[in-house]
Every structure is written in structure tokens, then in C-alpha cells.
């Protein structure tokens, strides 16, 4: 007999998300636009961009850890998935720029300068914000479930299916660095001007694309909820736990692996879209290596299993970062590495699990 459903959130649950909501819709936005920029209260623009930022980074962190955490795949090739749905917005904003450029021509500046004199045909739609949204959800999701089918039907498992996801995400990274592709080359895509013919740069968009992803990480947050708490979450981490047990019980899990890891890079594909305007930049910098595995750092430190453990680790990581690029450039990356050593040995469950613990000894 199946134990009964759990609710999507507790009593707790459901109060701190309200109270995420209301400062995502509302407090934020108050602060920014109407408490003027002498008041103590007042939310800068930096910091709308930063937290923005930041949640984009949260939303892959939350699918890091659908596919790792409730399934035990640990992917290093994610990144490769949110650049995908920044390049695709990328485009859509190159054309929006139009005649504005630096050289008054219909395309974008990097192919007049390379004297381009038509558009790839990739580029076909890339001046359609619905074939935009399409294309932020189809290009990551086609090429994670042909990946995966092959992948996971060849049983490819632990390390082995790290290193491959790597690779691809390294490979993608060279091929985007080639100007021949029609991707910007080194430089990518910047100078953005306007999104549905609105400029971009105002106060009031960048709010719109503030509050647009703290309700997008919201929604994702509540999909989640409801995806592990079903019978496929539960086979999910059965899978996870002990697969072989799982294929003598009669289900088949390529099927079930396969799902989660489309569903989670889409997810990555959405936060990069979000990224990108509110950044100002996309380049194949976004697919190194070094990316996909911070997004399985920020999992690590909030603590996997959890969903609400990724976004707390995104937060926490994140916000490091921004001090210490600041204050201490040079020892950045040697804090990171000795955060996830640090979390690895001492603190397996995370920030997450610690509380947890400090709870029930209460």
C-alpha cells in the first residue's frame, strides 16, 4: 500500500511562500520605484540586478537538484542548458536593436563586421518573441532528452555520465567560440535596447524582469513540490537509492531518468532566458566547465533533497561571491573549492541538514 500524498507545503510552508511572494511583488518593487535613493530603505539598482541575478542562478540550482538530488545523477553539463536559453533570448533582443546598432543595419553588429550579408538560417524566427519562448523550451529540451535517451539507455551511470556531460558542455563551448557558428564568436551578444519594442535599460523593466523571475523560481519551486512528492518522485528516489530494486519491482527506469533530466534542463533553459536581459550579456563563457559545476556547488552547500536547500545555497554562494570578487578577487575560486570540500566532509545534507539537526536537538 502507497503512504498517503503529502501536502504540496506545511502551514510554515505555505506562510514563507506567501511572504517570498509579497516581497517579490510587492515590497521589492516599492522600495526600488518609490522610496526615494536617500531614504536607508530605499533598494537600489544594483541590487534589483544582483538578486535578479541571483535567482536566475537559483532556479538551476533547483534543477541541479530534481536530477541529483532526488535521482542521483550528478550532472557537470547544466551550464550548457541555461546558455542555451540565453543565446535564444540573445537573439530575439539582437534583432530588437535593429537599425540602432553601430553600423544602422538590419543586422546585428558582429555580422556587418564580418561581412555577413544575410542572416544564418538558425536565426529564421529569432525576431518572434512567441518562436522565442518556443525555442528557450524545444532547443534545451531536444538536446537533453537525445542526449540522455542515448546516455541513460547505454546505462552510462556515476562518474562515467559526469564526465560525458562535461564534455558535451566543453565541446559546445568550443563551437560557440567560432565566429562561422553566427554567434557572436568571443564577444557573444550585448548592447541590448529593447524587449517587445520597450527599452530595456528603464527602471520599470528592470523591475518587470525582476519580479517576471521571482515568480518564474516561485512557480518552479511549487512544480518541484508536487513532481517528488507524486508516486514519479517517489520512484524517483527509489531510483536513486537503489535502481536495481526498482528494475525488479517492474518499472523501467530510463524512462523515468530521461523525464526528470529533460525537465530539468528546460528549467535551466527558462533561467537563462531570465538572465540575460537583466545581465546584458551572453557569451560562450557562460558554457565553461567551471559554470556546471558551481550549480552543483550551490545544491551541495543548501543541501540536495531538500528544493529549498539549492535556492538557499545560491543565495548563500552567490552573495559570497559578490563580496569577495570585490574585496578579494584573487582568493575567490580557492574559497569555493574549500566551501564544497568543507560541505562534502562536514556537512553532507548542507546548510539545510544543519538546521535540521540543530532543530531536533532543540
Request: a positive charge; aromatic letters at 14%; charged letters at 10%.
Amino acid at each position: 500500500m502507497l503512504p498517503r500524498r503529502q501536502p504540496l507545503l506545511t502551514k510554515t510552508g505555505w506562510t514563507a511562500f506567501l511572504f517570498a511572494l509579497v516581497a517579490v511583488c510587492a515590497l521589492a518593487p516599492i522600495l526600488n520605484l518609490v522610496v526615494p535613493a536617500s531614504s536607508p530603505f530605499h533598494l537600489s539598482d544594483y541590487a534589483v540586478a544582483l538578486v535578479g541575478k541571483i535567482m536566475c542562478y537559483a532556479i538551476a540550482a533547483l534543477a541541479m537538484d530534481l536530477i541529483w538530488g532526488y535521482t542521483g545523477i550528478l550532472s557537470l553539463g547544466h551550464g550548457l542548458f541555461f546558455a542555451l536559453g540565453g543565446y535564444a533570448m540573445g537573439m530575439y533582443l539582437m534583432r530588437q536593436i535593429g537599425r540602432d546598432g553601430n553600423y544602422k543595419s538590419e543586422l546585428p553588429d558582429f555580422m556587418v563586421f564580418l561581412d555577413w550579408k544575410e542572416l544564418p538560417w538558425h536565426w529564421a524566427f529569432s525576431d518572434s518573441f512567441l518562436a522565442t519562448l518556443v525555442l528557450i523550451v524545444a532547443v534545451p529540451g531536444v538536446i537533453a532528452f537525445v542526449f540522455g535517451y542515448f546516455a541513460f539507455r547505454s546505462r552510462i551511470k556515476g562518474v562515467y555520465f559526469s564526465i560525458i556531460t562535461q564534455a558535451l558542455t566543453f565541446a559546445a563551448m568550443l563551437l560557440f567560440f567560432r565566429n562561422e557558428t553566427g554567434f557572436g564568436g568571443n564577444n557573444g551578444f550585448t548592447d541590448f535596447k529593447r524587449i517587445l519594442g520597450m527599452a530595456i535599460a528603464t527602471p520599470q523593466m528592470r523591475m518587470t524582469l525582476f519580479v517576471l523571475t521571482g515568480l518564474t523560481l516561485l512557480a518552479f519551486f511549487l512544480f518541484a513540490r508536487f513532481l517528488v512528492a507524486s508516486k514519479f518522485g517517489r520512484v524517483l528516489q527509489a531510483i536513486r537509492d537503489a535502481e536495481s530494486r526498482v528494475m525488479f519491482s517492474g518499472y523501467n527506469p530510463i524512462g523515468y531518468k530521461l523525464t526528470i533530466w529533460t525537465i530539468s534542463a528546460i528549467m535551466c533553459g527558462v533561467a537563462g532566458a531570465l538572465y540575460v536581459p537583466q545581465v546584458g550579456i551572453i557569451n560562450p563563457g557562460e558554457m565553461s566547465p567551471a559554470n556546471s559545476i558551481e550549480i552543483a556547488v550551490w545544491a551541495a552547500v543548501g543541501g540536495r533533497a531538500s528544493l529549498v536547500g539549492p535556492i538557499i545555497g545560491a543565495f548563500l554562494v552567490n552573495g559570497a561571491k559578490s563580496w569577495l570578487t570585490v574585496s578579494a578577487p584573487e582568493f575567490w575560486l580557492y574559497f569555493l573549492g574549500a566551501l564544497f570540500i568543507a560541505v562534502t566532509l562536514f556537512l553532507p545534507n548542507g546548510v539545510v541538514g544543519l538546521v535540521k539537526q540543530w532543530r531536533s536537538k532543540a
